[in-house]
Structure formats: C-alpha cells, structure tokens
C-alpha cells in the first residue's frame, strides 16, 4: 500500500468519548449533545472511576473536568498521562476556571485543549471534532509509520538475503575461475595467485624451500580421440585423484588445464624430498587405469625446478618449470628431469629461436637431408626420409630437436611445414627432369600434428603437385601415430584423399605413442615405422625381440610393410631380416646426407 493510499481512506469521525464531570446536570448535557451528533459516550462523575473506565476501554477522547472533590482533573490527566495505556489518548478540559494560569496548568499537564463553562454547544462540538480529526490522523500516521517500518524490516531482510546471495555467486566465481571444471582441483590461475603470494610474502624474492613440479600424460590425447571426449574426462578425474593420494594433506595440486598437472611444494629446502615425491607419482600413475571397460598405461614426464632468491618473478619459476618438463617430454616419457642452470641458458634460447626462425624462412636457412630407406631383401636404397637441417648464420647447423619443438609451440610449424614440403617437390622435380628417379623411389616427408589440422592442407598440396607437375607416386608423407589419432573421424577422409593422389603413408615413430594397431588398421596406411628405441633393444632383450617381432607380423596382418628406424649394426640388420622386415633406415647404411649423395645412390 502506498502512502497516497493510507491518506485517501476515510477518518472515522465518530468516536468514542468519555466524560468526567461531578456535576450530573454537565454530564447529562455533554453526554446530550454529544450523542446526538453519534458519538458514543461514557459518562463519569470522578477522576478514580475515570481512570479505571479509561484503563478497561480507552475512549477516543476524554472531556475532563478541572474542579472535583477527591481528585482534580489536573491528577485524573497526569495518572492517565503516566499509564502506558491511556497516555496517547486526547485531552480536552472543561473548566469554569477562566485564569490564564488555569489554561497553560491544563496544557502543561498534557491536556490538548481546554473548553470554558459554560458550553455553548457548537464550540463544544467544533474542538471535540476538531481533536477527533486530528487523533484519526495522528493514528494514521502512526499505522503508516508501522507500516513502513515493517516495510523497511522487511527490504533489510531482503536486502540481507540478496547480499548473501551476491556474496555466495561471488564465492562462487571465486572457485570458478580458481579451479578446473572438472577436477575440481586449483587451477593456473590459482598457481599463479599463490606463487604472488608467496613472493610477496618473502620480501618480493623467491624462497628456496619452493619447490615446483610440472607433469604432463602424453597419453591424453590419444585416448581422447581413441575412446572419445568422454572416456578423456573420466580418465583425467582418476589421475587427478590418484596423484592427490599420493600426495601429504596441504600440498597443492593444480590441474594447469589439458594433461598438465603441477605440485607447489611450499616448505621443501631439499630438492631430494621434490625428487621422491616425483618417483613416487611415477611408480604409482604406472598401475594401470580403468575407464569405462578399457584398461590404460600412462607414463608421466616430469620437471622439477627449484625457487631461487634470483627468480626476480614467480612467472619466470614457471617458465623454467615448463622448459624443464619440455626436456623431460624430450627425453621421452617417463622421465624426471630437474632444472639446472645450463638448462636456464637453453630456455633462454628459446626465445632466442622462436624470434630468429621466423627469420631463417625468409632467409632460407633451411636446408633438407635425406636419409637412405634400404629394402632390407635386396639391400638397395628404395627411398630416403627427408629431414630438416638449419643453418643458423652465428650458431653454425642446428639440429630438428632443438627448433622442431619451439615451431610446434608457436605455431610456424605450419609454414615451416610447407616450406620442406614444397622444397621436396621442387627437388622431386629437378630428379624427374634429369631422369635419375624411378617410380618406385619415395622420399618421405615428415608433417606435423598441426599441419594436418589444417582445414586447407589438400588443397596445399594440390597447388604443389599443380605449380611443379611432378609425378606424385615419388612423394611420401610420415605422419606420427599421435598425429593421425588427433585428426579422429577425420583420419580417415586425409587418408582417402592421399590415396587418390597416390601419396603413400608412413605412421612414424611406431610403439611411442598410444600404439593401436587395431586402430590404424581402420586406417589402412601402407607403411608403419618401428621406432628407433625398440630397435636399439632389438638384440639385447628376448623381450624387445617379441615386441618387435608381433608389431611386425600384426603390421603383416593388416596388410602394412614396416620400417626399421635407427638400425646402427649388423647383427640389428640381422635379426630385422629374420624377422622378414621389408625396410631399414639408419647409421649403418648411412647418415641423413645432401641430395647429390642420395641422387647418386639412387642412379646408382
Ligand atoms: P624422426 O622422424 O624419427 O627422424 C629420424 C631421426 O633419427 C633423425 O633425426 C635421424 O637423423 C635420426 N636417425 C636416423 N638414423 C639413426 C640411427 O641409426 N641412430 C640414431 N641415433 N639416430 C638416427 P633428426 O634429423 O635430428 O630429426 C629429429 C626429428 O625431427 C625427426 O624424427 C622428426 O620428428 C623431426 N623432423 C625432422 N625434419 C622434420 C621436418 O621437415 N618436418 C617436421 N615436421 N619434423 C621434422
Ligand atoms: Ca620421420
Ligand atoms: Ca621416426
């Protein structure tokens, strides 16, 4: 109800008044007139019997006269004004006394007017109207006034309850943008907001006892695209819960996002303690997973980095953290590697190399290699692997693992990607011009990942095999298992399109991976690649010999030939033959080496 409202409704005039007179022939006059006009009025003759009349129902209004025996009018008004009861209710005196003094006594004691004797009953009923009126509307007031009152208790509470509400989405915000979705573990941002933290607290240095530990399963990927987004989720949730077992209460554990986990040791002085803390959440990640009904092996890499007074901010930690694990990541997975100062010197090259290989395009400081495939049957050179060397202007060559992982980090991969891409076209070209290459040799080009993401990499390739006309049968692409499974429902629509173009396929780097061979056999590629690190192992264990030899008769069973990678000696070559191994790349036949050395060999 608005104010507005309260004000229209109607004031109930007619009221109910009480008389207090001595005099019978005064009551029954006031009580006369009164009446008549509608009023309801209760008669007394003294102030005792006022009061209690007054206190059992309170009348609207009191006319009370001055002068009575036992207790004047003044007494009657002061009790009625002391009792919580009757003290709101007008007064209005009647007296014969004319004083002055009479008049302001009658207001002092809380009378609210004063009537003189004798009455003339139009005055009389013009005051006892007018107090009526104005008591309705001070009463009205007054029940606004409560009513506003109880509005605004009630617009406080609300208020209460909407500022909880705001405090409580805040909160949760808070934890939104603190914490990963589905691990429900602190994320970067918390990392980073803690890191602050802590080097704010030590005086804006980094304190020795911090000790950070970055790990990455490069195994996420492939089950994502293998057992699909879902089985990925459910996946990530167990490790998180059971790295977060391994783990004392209070250490922190974040899910950086993807397959990457950090642990803030925050009171750790000895790097040995960080060291066994990642042996540990090595040994017991290696158990295997269940998700859904598929049973998973992962391995971790790891880099440890240590907190230092000359960190001048907690990103720089970071940052060294993130290059040690990329070593580790190098080293293979699996691996624990702890930052070292001759690793701060490379991290730094890093950027050292992301700003000068855009460069070195442009200045074509690439240059290809190419690495003899041998037909391990007949011993002659059936193909060579392209690889990319650079020669850096003040570094002197610098080799693929060195620049190969910065260009997939920020993304020149692509063009560099290309760039081979089409210098082996060109060079295919100049081969068929001179008439030295037969059909069947293939050189095989390595892409990356990210190249077959590319919505327009067919496309790409039509303009190469347009723009140089060569024969495209002498072109092979290598593309890592990894690669492949990251492309998913799309695998099979490259493959297809190569094939029409009689591209041959290669899946590289064979066994490093997620090495599901019942998945490539979806795949139908025509060529798998052992990696170099089972054959290595190839003559020392009778384990690596049966690895070896099932991937090589499962490749037979789906239809693939395979190549050896790495082969360094004899007995390798050997063992490889028995095992009826159609082709080898490695040391023992030669070196990755220039052009005219392969064209050579291959005229030869
Ligand atoms: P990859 O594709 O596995 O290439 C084989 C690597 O093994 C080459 O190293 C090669 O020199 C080396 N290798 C060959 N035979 C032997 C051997 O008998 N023993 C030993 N210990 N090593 C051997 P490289 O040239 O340093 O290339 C390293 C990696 O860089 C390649 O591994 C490939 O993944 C990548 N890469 C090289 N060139 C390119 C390129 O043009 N594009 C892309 N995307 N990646 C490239
Ligand atoms: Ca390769
Ligand atoms: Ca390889």
């Not at 059971?242 to 000895?270: M, Y």
């Not at 001048?312 to 040690?324: Q, T």
């Not at 991290?347 to 391990?376: C, D, G, R």
């Not at 095992?579 to 005229?603: H, I, N």
């Amino acid at each position: 109800m608005t104010s507005s409202d309260a004000s229209s409704q109607p004031i109930h005039l007619k009221g109910d008044i009480l008389v207090v007179d001595d005099v019978p022939a005064n009551l029954e006059f006031l009580s006369t007139v009164l009446t008549q006009q509608g009023y309801k009025v209760r008669s007394v003759l003294n102030g005792p019997t006022a009061l209690k009349v007054a206190e059992a129902a309170q009348p609207d209004l009191i006319l009370l006269d001055i002068k009575m025996p036992e207790m004047d009018g003044y007494q009657v008004c002061l009790s009625l004004k002391t009792n919580p009861l009757t003290q709101a209710i007008p007064i209005i005196f009647l007296s014969a006394l004319d004083q002055t003094k009479d008049k302001v006594k009658a207001f002092t004691v809380g009378g609210i007017d004063y009537i003189p004797k004798p009455f003339q009953a139009e005055e009389l009923l013009a005051r006892v109207n007018n107090q009526l009126k104005l008591r309705a509307a001070q009463r009205q007031i007054q029940q606004l006034n409560a009513e506003l009152e109880q509005r605004v208790i009630q617009r406080t509470a609300q208020l209460e309850r909407e500022i909880g509400e705001r405090l409580r989405i805040q909160e949760e915000l808070l934890h939104v943008a603190t914490h990963n979705s589905l691990t429900e573990l602190p994320n970067r941002t918390f990392l980073i907001q803690r890191l602050m933290q802590l080097f704010n607290q030590n005086q804006q240095k980094m304190s020795d006892s911090i000790v950070l530990i970055l790990l990455e399963c490069a195994q996420l990927e492939a089950i994502n695209n293998s057992l699909g987004y879902h089985a990925g989720d459910q996946f990530l949730v167990s490790l998180a819960r059971r790295l977060e077992t391994c783990l004392a209460s209070g250490t922190v554990l974040v899910h950086c996002g993807e397959d990457k986990f950090a642990i803030l040791l925050e009171n750790s002085p000895n790097l040995n303690d960080a060291i066994q803390i990642a042996k540990i959440l090595q040994r017991e990640t290696q158990l295997p997973f269940q998700v859904e009904d598929h049973i998973i092996h992962i391995q971790l890499s790891m880099g440890i980095v240590q907190g230092a007074p000359t960190y001048e901010h907690p990103h720089h930690l970071l940052r060294d953290a993130n290059a040690v694990m990329h070593q580790a990541k190098t080293q293979g997975t699996g691996s624990i590697q702890v930052f070292n100062a001759a690793m701060r010197h490379r991290a730094l090259s890093f950027f050292e190399i992301q700003n000068e290989l855009h460069l070195a395009l442009a200045n074509h400081e690439l240059s290809l290699v190419y690495q003899p495939i041998v037909s391990l049957a007949s011993a002659q050179v059936k193909g060579a692997e392209v690889l990319v060397r650079w020669h850096h202007p003040k570094r002197g060559v610098i080799f693929p693992s060195d620049f190969i992982p910065v260009a997939e980090e920020t993304g020149l991969i692509i063009a560099l990607d290309r760039y081979i891409l089409r210098q082996v076209c060109l060079q295919i070209k100049t081969w068929q011009e001179k008439g030295i290459l037969i059909s069947t040799f293939k050189l095989q080009v390595n892409l990356s990942a990210q190249q077959l993401s590319q919505p327009d990499f067919i496309d790409y390739l039509d303009s190469l095999l347009s723009e140089t006309q060569i024969d495209s049968q002498n072109l092979a692409l290598e593309i890592t298992e990894n690669a492949l499974m990251q492309k998913g429902d799309l695998a099979p629509t490259l493959l297809n399109a190569l094939k029409r173009r009689r591209i041959n396929v290669s899946i590289d780097d064979f066994g490093t991976g997620y090495s599901s061979l019942s998945y490539l056999h979806r795949l139908k590629v025509e060529n798998l690649k052992i990696d170099r690190s089972f054959i290595s192992q190839l003559t020392q264990t009778r384990d690596s010999w049966g690895v070896v030899k099932s991937i090589i008769n499962l490749a037979h069973d789906l239809g693939m030939s395979v190549t050896a990678e790495g082969v360094e000696t004899a007995e390798q070559v050997d063992y490889l033959k028995e095992l009826d191994c159609e082709f080898a790349q490695g040391y023992f036949w030669g070196r990755p080496m220039d052009s005219c050395t392969v064209a050579v060999k291959t005229s030869e």
